[in-house]
């Protein structure tokens, strides 16, 4: 099994149209589209999984730079995906927010550093 990413997608497609395109040049075990969780808008790429690596080098020769909806997509063998921190912070205790520096005093910070 290989499993492809679809990048340049255009934002009409949808998954069913993803894996009959890849099926003219194999079997296919899953296509999806990536959408946006809050809007349901697609992102413009997707995935597919292939049964046959040959089969998948083949879709990746006669799809990567091809057109496709009037947008350029590219094909390539996914990467494994990475592990990403959980939570609403970042674990480097780094909250962000916006400036202010040391000033956590409640001082007008505008004085130029006299109090």
Same mark, same amino acid.
Do not use: H
């Given at each position: 099994?290989?499993? +492809?990413?679809?990048? $340049?997608?255009?934002?009409?497609?949808?998954? %069913?149209? +993803?894996?009959?395109?890849?099926?003219?040049? !194999?079997?296919? +075990?899953?296509?999806?589209?990536?959408? &946006?969780?809050?809007?349901?808008?697609?992102?413009?790429? !997707?995935?597919?999984?292939?049964?046959? &690596?040959?089969?998948?080098?083949?879709?990746?020769?006669? +799809? &990567?730079?091809? &057109?496709?909806?009037?947008?350029?997509?590219?094909?390539?063998?996914?990467?494994?995906?990475?592990?990403?921190?959980?939570?609403?912070?970042?674990?480097?205790?780094?909250?962000?927010?916006?400036?202010?520096?040391?000033?956590?005093? $409640?001082? %007008?910070?505008?004085? $130029?550093?006299?109090?």
């Amino acid at each position: 099994m290989t499993k +492809l990413f679809v990048g $340049g997608l255009p934002y009409a497609v949808n998954s %069913d149209e +993803l894996k009959n395109t890849f099926s003219q040049f !194999g079997s296919v +075990l899953s296509a999806t589209v990536i959408t &946006d969780k809050f809007s349901g808008q697609s992102k413009g790429f !997707g995935f597919v999984e292939m049964e046959n &690596d040959e089969e998948a080098q083949t879709a990746i020769k006669e +799809l &990567d730079g091809s &057109d496709m909806g009037g947008r350029k997509v590219a094909v390539s063998v996914a990467r494994p995906k990475e592990e990403r921190p959980q939570g609403g912070f970042r674990r480097d205790n780094n909250r962000g927010g916006f400036g202010g520096g040391f000033n956590r005093g $409640g001082r %007008d910070d505008r004085r $130029g550093g006299r109090y």
